[in-house]
């Protein structure tokens, strides 16, 4: 993932009734394409037929839920014909409680993209004005500050979403050319006109599954990235404990076909040019973290294409309650604004991605102790025999690993089992979408804290094997590659040294994926 300043705007991503996929999503948040609006005059007569339904329906029938009606437990209380107009606003103001961190300005992308996907549909009843402001917030790189806490994930993400709602309409503030400003002085150093919410555009906007589902093309991106990475680390650790590369074998892996299991066993072969395997070996078999390794990685890679699948469909669904059918002219009541799908990937991706935290961890765990590493020097020190008594190499760092590892651990617990009932029981069953999302974004950060710190130790764990001439393997290829890659930046560690900062080095590289891996 290579971030650029500027979007290319060569190759716009165009909006439309189009399909998206994960990778579009990804690419306007990290800001590797730019984006438009379809003009194409049968999309905008798609969209502005819903808007023009609700006009007509407004008129003749008198009585729409979100429109003349309250919202949620409240749908029975009337809104007099006078106070219409002001409802989309009270709706998005009431709803400004969030808490915590905010967004990043890329998971801020990331939600813009989702949200004008869905209401691109062309089923939530709202003009093509409105997607033409959310337009101008990505093309202007304006990013909505929304607060991370709040969401049920059912009825959607309505409140993170109404700072969406409340900056299209000049209000709060946003990410703007680096700096926190206030909305409406970048609206008007833009000459950008606040919009005016028509009657249901509140309600389309908020009462989706916009920011979990954003959050979960972030999550899919980095997990997909991980795979490879934990492979590599593996096949490093695997020679730097003299592993058995047949562990790896082609045939064994043919008679338990998972194809994503399948896949990492061929990339650690490929790693370890294992050779022909001997007709009865009589050495003795490696501890489960390297052996089993394939089988531990391989839950994830199996299950990419699924959660695929439940993330792109959601991305391309209209989400909000009512759907408006403007072509058959219906209104149609329904709770698609419900996250369980999202919330079932997250809580599953974060058990898959804890697991490779503890595969690693237990990796290093035999790589620092003498009486698993096959020679090696206690903690990975490589320091000389005259200053060895005063060094400790990676004890410290061992320990990190076992902090963040144990918090990944804890963290696996689904949160899409803990629905609570709330608003006066109207949404009494929700799905903790965002939460599920919020808890694997972090696994992904403490796994990622653990790949880095493990990979420096592999990569000591190698060279020191070098040093002693007992190195079995060939280091060629992959390997090759990834050892030179770090040594570039991280040198041997022959002296105790801080590794804070260069920790922290290499976990920004690997979150951009800047090693070069499968």
Same mark, same amino acid.
Request: proline fraction near 1%; glycine fraction near 8%; charge should be negative.
């Given at each position: 993932m290579s971030q650029s300043a500027s979007p290319s705007a060569a190759n716009p991503l165009v909006f439309d009734e189009q399909r998206l996929s994960i990778e579009d999503v990804l690419a306007v948040a990290h800001q590797r394409r730019a984006c438009a609006l379809s003009d194409a005059p049968e999309f905008v007569q798609d969209i502005e037929q819903g808007a023009r339904f609700l006009d007509r329906l407004l008129q003749e029938d008198g009585v729409i839920y979100g429109v003349t009606t309250g919202y949620g437990d409240s749908c029975t209380t009337h809104i007099p014909r006078e106070l219409v107009e002001q409802l989309p606003q009270h709706l998005y103001t009431f709803h400004g409680c969030g808490l915590g961190a905010e967004l990043s300005p890329t998971a801020g992308r990331a939600v813009l993209a989702v949200r004008l996907t869905s209401l691109t549909r062309g089923y939530s009843g709202v003009s093509y004005g409105l997607l033409q402001q959310l337009t101008r917030l990505l093309q202007n790189d304006i990013v909505p500050l929304i607060p991370e806490e709040g969401s049920v994930g059912a009825s959607g993400d309505l409140t993170p979403l109404s700072y969406v709602a409340a900056v299209l309409c000049g209000e709060r503030e946003v990410y703007y050319k680096g700096a926190r400003r206030k909305t409406a002085e970048v609206f008007a150093e833009l000459d950008i006109k606040p919009l005016k919410l028509r009657p249901k555009e509140g309600l389309a906007l908020m009462n989706g599954t916009a920011v979990m589902t954003a959050l979960a093309c972030l999550a899919y991106e980095r997990t997909e990235y991980l795979t490879k990475l934990a492979t590599r680390i593996t096949a490093l650790n695997t020679i730097a404990a003299q592993g058995n590369a047949h562990h790896f074998d082609e045939r064994l892996f043919a008679v338990k076909p998972h194809p994503g299991q399948q896949q990492i066993a061929a990339w650690l072969r490929d790693d370890l040019h294992a050779g022909e395997p001997p007709r009865n070996p009589n050495r003795l078999q490696d501890r489960y973290s390297l052996r089993c390794a394939p089988h531990v990685i391989g839950v994830a890679a199996d299950s990419l294409p699924w959660w695929r699948q439940f993330i792109e469909n959601e991305l391309n669904s209209a989400n909000d309650n009512p759907i408006i059918d403007g072509a058959g002219e219906h209104v149609l009541?329904?709770?698609?604004?419900?996250?369980?799908?999202?919330?079932?990937?997250?809580?599953?991706?974060?058990?898959?991605?804890?697991?490779?935290?503890?595969?690693?961890?237990?990796?290093?765990?035999?790589?620092v102790d003498t009486k698993f590493n096959h020679g090696l020097p206690a903690n990975l020190s490589g320091a000389p025999e005259a200053r060895r008594a005063i060094?400790?190499?990676?004890?410290?760092?061992?320990?990190?690993?076992?902090?963040?590892?144990?918090?990944?651990?804890?963290?696996?617990?689904?949160?899409?089992?803990?629905?609570r009932s709330t608003e006066c029981h109207n949404?009494?069953?929700?799905?903790?979408?965002?939460?599920?999302?919020?808890?694997?974004?972090?696994?992904?950060? *403490?796994?990622?804290?653990?790949?880095?710190?493990?990979?420096?130790?592999?990569?000591?764990?190698?060279?020191?094997?070098?040093?002693?001439?007992?190195?079995?393997?060939?280091?060629?290829?992959?390997?090759?590659?990834?050892?030179?890659?770090?040594?570039?930046?991280?040198?041997? *560690?022959?002296?105790?040294?801080?590794?804070?900062?260069?920790?922290?080095?290499?976990?920004?590289?690997?979150?951009?994926?800047?090693?070069?891996?499968?």
């Open positions: 009541h329904g709770g698609h604004f419900y996250g369980g799908h999202i919330a079932f990937v997250m809580d599953s991706m974060k058990n898959a991605v804890a697991n490779i935290a503890d595969l690693l961890d237990r990796q290093l765990a035999q790589l060094n400790h190499g990676f004890k410290a760092v061992q320990i990190g690993v076992s902090a963040w590892t144990a918090e990944a651990l804890k963290l696996t617990m689904p949160a899409s089992v803990f629905s949404q009494d069953k929700v799905s903790m979408g965002t939460i599920a999302a919020r808890d694997c974004l972090r696994v992904l950060q *403490l796994t990622e804290q653990v790949a880095a710190a493990v990979l420096l130790a592999a990569c000591q764990g190698l060279e020191l094997r070098q040093q002693a001439g007992t190195n079995e393997h060939s280091i060629e290829g992959g390997i090759k590659t990834t050892f030179d890659e770090i040594r570039a930046q991280h040198p041997f *560690l022959a002296e105790d040294r801080a590794l804070e900062g260069e920790l922290r080095q290499l976990i920004a590289r690997i979150q951009e994926q800047g090693l070069s891996l499968y």
